[in-house]
């Protein structure tokens, strides 16, 4: 059993190649994506019969139950390329793609959306420009095909990630990557409870290219990615990835101190040199109720910090593994 994953019901089909590892993984998250399910995986088989190299393509259910998963499994059944991976629960994309990642047998894998916004006819151009010093192939779009809102969100975490980070690292959110073998092996050496993947990677400093992909707009089904996730993956990113919160309550602190100092030099002057008595109610008012916010906004930031910690502390799995079918 691999390291971080639990599971109470492992039932696997044999495969009599499963000793010959390939060459090329191709994983993939799905959650409910019942009606993109069959294009999703002839589109898939097509572009890695085209390779004209060993590939596996390796498909985790993350908890489905939209009929997405009995879908999966009748094809598993009859094209042995595929391999499915059945999550417990819902885990989350990351978690999924961390189960993906783990359980893949190739020395280069490739990571793809379920939605078909990212189109797998683009993995030929990815894996042509892994070359023999780059250990990474990233990618950005030459025009995206998203909502005017979920454009702006991703547009506002990168920029602020990147802010956050610095020159030192080139952040890039894209889901849409190849990498060797050695990279989860890097991924795999982190045990920080955040992993948010495309974040990690960048932090990493890898050596990496950039590619221009085509993207498309959704078909059929929802996005799993609305305005919500977008600001839980900017708090993850924030929380797990720096101590930006902890400087800012510091340098709020210094604010206030500077500016109750301020206002207690001014009342004095007031006294001392022009006799005049302010009266104290408002302004201590107003000095009361910024400083409690500041405390509070301090004891927030600090219970986020400490939960992280709690969470390390209980060293629960990122994922439990239902089933893996060969």
């Not at 088989?45 to 259910?61: F, H, M, P, Q």
């Not at 602020?160 to 050496?189: D, Y």
Request: aromatic share 8%; with cysteine; glycine share 8%.
């Amino acid at each position: 059993m691999m390291e971080g994953i639990e599971s109470p019901l492992l039932s696997v089909v044999p495969n009599k190649d499963m000793d010959k590892n390939p060459e090329i993984s191709i994983v993939v998250p799905v959650f409910n994506e019942e009606s993109l399910v069959d294009e999703l995986c002839s589109r898939l088989k097509t572009v890695g019969d085209a390779l004209n190299r060993s590939y596996e393509i390796l498909i985790v259910d993350d908890g489905s139950d939209d009929g997405s998963f009995e879908k999966l499994k009748r094809i598993s059944e009859t094209e042995k390329i595929f391999r499915l991976v059945r999550l417990t629960r819902n885990f989350g994309q990351q978690s999924a793609m961390l189960a993906g990642f783990r359980i893949s047998r190739g020395e280069i894998v490739v990571q793809l959306d379920s939605d078909l916004q990212n189109p797998p006819e683009e993995i030929p151009k990815l894996l042509a420009a892994l070359a023999d010093d780059i250990d990474l192939v990233t990618t950005v779009h030459k025009k995206r095909q998203d909502g005017l809102l979920r454009i702006m969100g991703s547009k506002f975490l990168r920029g602020f990630g990147q802010m956050l980070f610095g020159k030192a690292v080139k952040l890039n959110l894209s889901s849409f990557r190849v990498m060797r073998r050695s990279v989860i092996e890097k991924i795999e050496a982190c045990k920080d409870r955040s992993r948010y993947m495309a974040v990690l990677m960048s932090w990493m400093g890898l050596p990496s290219v950039e590619v221009e992909v085509e993207h498309h707009a959704r078909k059929k089904g929802e996005t799993k990615y609305s305005l919500l996730t977008l600001m839980k993956l900017s708090w993850d990113l924030v929380t797990g990835y720096s101590n930006f919160p902890l400087r800012l309550v510091t340098y709020m602190g210094l604010f206030g101190a500077f500016i109750g100092f301020l206002m207690m030099a001014f009342l004095l002057y007031q006294r001392i040199a022009n006799g005049i008595l302010i009266e104290g109610f408002v302004v201590l008012s107003a000095v009361f109720a910024f400083f409690a916010g500041v405390q509070l906004l301090s004891i927030g930031f600090l219970g986020e910090y400490l939960g992280r910690v709690h969470s390390q502390i209980q060293d629960r799995p990122d994922y439990i593994v239902e089933k893996v079918i060969e």
